[in-house]
């Protein structure tokens, strides 16, 4: 049975370098992509050598996977869960919290290859 994922960056990335294990779980399972981390996935594509062309092979992604953008209630849940983090001392990188967030308030299981996203209470995980 397929499950419903957002995808973080790092997993976006390998998708797009068509690394195999992830192209079968992404055509495996419904995917969704972040607004963070589209933003993230641009980033990187401007900051390269090759600018073009990864800019047109974020497009594509942002063509194909239906994306979720940030909201009012992604905003609470963010506050939520950076204040978690801060009384249990385990930070992480805001962009990944905002992610969180999304994965949270849409139910959504999050792949990512960050161990930290296991510090977030309630959020489904899995490595890929």
Request: charged share 25%.
């Amino acid at each position: 049975m397929a499950e419903e994922y957002l995808l973080d960056t790092n997993i976006v990335s390998a998708f797009i370098d068509k690394e195999a294990s992830v192209v079968a779980q992404v055509q495996a399972n419904s995917v969704f992509l972040s607004s963070i981390v589209l933003g993230e996935l641009y980033f990187g594509a401007y900051k390269s050598g090759r600018v073009t062309l990864n800019v047109a092979r974020v497009e594509v992604v942002e063509h194909s996977i239906l994306l979720i953008e940030c909201d009012g209630k992604t905003a609470k849940i963010f506050g939520e869960v950076k204040n978690q983090l801060r009384r249990i001392g385990r930070p992480i990188p805001e962009n990944d919290i905002w992610i969180a967030a999304t994965a949270l308030q849409h139910d959504l299981i999050l792949a990512s290859r960050d161990a930290h996203f296991q510090a977030v209470d309630g959020l489904k995980v899995e490595i890929w």
